[in-house]
């Protein structure tokens, strides 16, 4: 069984940095994909950032140039930077992997994120 614990979230006011970080333990074994996703409210879940097994990044649009996400392969856990946060980056952010072989996903606990103006 695996599970994704996070944390990191908080508060900050626009211009601030958070780090998120997602712990993954469990049979870990053939990950494709490590990923970022948020939900802010009445909105529709949404991907951040996402790292594949062999390195490429993919970024929304909205959090180019703010936004790094990162893995450390000796602690299981990968990481949200958010630089330059804005309040329209208030949201829960959820981590997420996915195994492609059997095309099953993983998500966090999701931690809440909220930028003041």
């Known amino acids: 069984q695996v599970q994704l614990v996070e944390s990191g979230g908080g508060s900050v006011q626009a211009g601030g940095s958070l780090r998120l970080a997602c712990a993954a333990s469990?049979?870990?074994?053939?990950?494709?994909?490590w990923g970022w996703y948020r939900q802010a409210v009445g909105k529709q879940r949404e991907t951040v950032a996402a790292?594949?097994?062999?390195?490429?990044?993919n970024y929304a649009d909205s959090v180019k140039g703010r936004f790094t996400i990162s893995r450390d392969n000796t602690k299981n856990t990968f990481y949200l930077q958010m630089n330059n946060l804005k309040p329209e980056d208030t949201a829960v952010y959820y981590c997420?992997?996915?195994?492609?072989?059997?095309?099953?996903?993983?998500w966090g606990q999701g931690t809440q994120v909220t930028v003041s103006s």
């Open positions: 997420n992997i996915f195994f492609a072989r059997s095309r099953v996903s993983y």
């Open positions: 469990g049979n870990l074994l053939g990950i494709n994909v």
């Open positions: 790292i594949s097994r062999d390195g490429n990044l």
